[in-house]
């Protein structure tokens, strides 16, 4: 498991990011149509998973918000925000804030986060998501992760976008 921190208390995950090199697992997502999306919809494709607690929290909206500005300059790259949020309030959330270059995608039916391990396990975050970022080739070679270690700090977008080049 991974330690992390909320607000200076001690948070842990149910295990550890991918590791850099290993291919990412198959994931099966509710985007805001509620159909599922998996991995095989985005063959092909670079992603950056954006991984965040919920969006109604100032910190995971901005990142949503800085990853959708930057998402429009990616080729052949896809952002995927993801977090145990409601198809409903991320479809309400992407639509007020015009985030058209990134896909929001809920895992609250989904074992995302014990298969990608970040499900947090304590705490009163206990069942959401801890933010985190990895970064996948277009064959689903893991290039990049970051498991942010304060979940109320923002991820590295610069080192991220960096491992796409």
Known sequence: MAHIML?????ETIGHLPEVGSSIRDFNLVGTDLQYKSNKDFEGKKMIFNIFPSVDTGVCAIAAKKFNDKAGKLENAV??????DLPFALKRFGDSEELNN???LSAYRSEFG????????DSPMHGLLS??????????????????A??????DYDAALDALK
């Open 102 to 104: 990134v896909v929001m």
């Open 7 to 11: 607000h200076g208390e001690p948070v």
């Open 114 to 121: 014990k298969d990608y391990g970040v499900e947090m396990t």
């Open 150 to 155: 304060e979940i109320s700090d923002e991820p």
């Open 131 to 148: 933010r985190a970022v990895i970064v996948a080739d277009e064959n689903g070679k893991v290039l990049y992760n970051q498991q942010v």
């Open 79 to 84: 952002v995927l925000n993801v977090s145990k």
